[in-house]
């Protein structure tokens, strides 16, 4: 709806799809995430089933690549694959040497010929020892691309849709709290 820049693939993407007009959730990303996935501000996740865990029962394969930022972890409350910290502190380090993961179906484990999953952290080599070499929001970028790729609707998945919920940081201080905004009294 916004006026300032053409985005004709943006309007038609949201013209043959649903669109999400009405914001509920709020300034932390706990909450926003909690109104996307639960349709209200409680956090944590709790209750009924959320957004992901209805569209992975109903076939979709379902990824988050970014900040979690809820209670639990992503693959238990949904999600097929993800890459990404598990809260708001590990978000802020844009050079961080390790992000978590879960891959099912992605390691041979002691020569098996049956995948496995990887869940735990995976070591980002670059940057270890308090080196900057790569930069985490690009690294996530080439993963929602390799998701969308993997997973895109084809005869090979037997057109299975996919939903992806990519959570990426805002720009901020690798200080929590540094960059928050003052509350108005009344």
Do not use: C
Request: glycine fraction near 10%; proline fraction near 7%.
């Amino acid at each position: 709806g916004q006026t300032n820049y053409a985005t004709p693939n943006l309007d038609r993407l949201a013209a043959g799809g649903i669109r999400f007009t009405d914001y509920s959730g709020a300034g932390d990303s706990s909450q926003t995430t909690a109104a996307l996935l639960a349709g209200n501000n409680s956090v944590p996740l709790t209750g009924e089933a959320n957004l992901a865990q209805r569209l992975q029962v109903a076939g979709y394969r379902t990824g988050l690549i970014g900040e979690w930022s809820q209670a639990g972890q992503p693959w238990k409350l949904g999600f097929d694959d993800f890459a990404g910290f598990l809260d708001d502190a590990e978000g802020r380090n844009y050079y961080a040497d390790y992000v978590w993961r879960y891959a099912p179906r992605s390691i041979f484990k002691d020569g098996g010929a049956k995948p496995e999953a990887f869940e735990g952290k995976e070591m980002i080599y670059p940057n270890t020892g308090g080196k900057q070499k790569q930069f985490l929001p690009d690294t996530f970028f080439t993963a929602m691309i390799n998701f969308v790729r993997v997973n895109q609707p084809d005869i090979a998945n037997h057109f299975r849709p996919f939903f992806l919920l990519a959570n990426l940081s805002a720009p901020r201080s690798a200080t929590p709290g540094a960059d928050d905004f003052p509350v108005p009294s009344d």
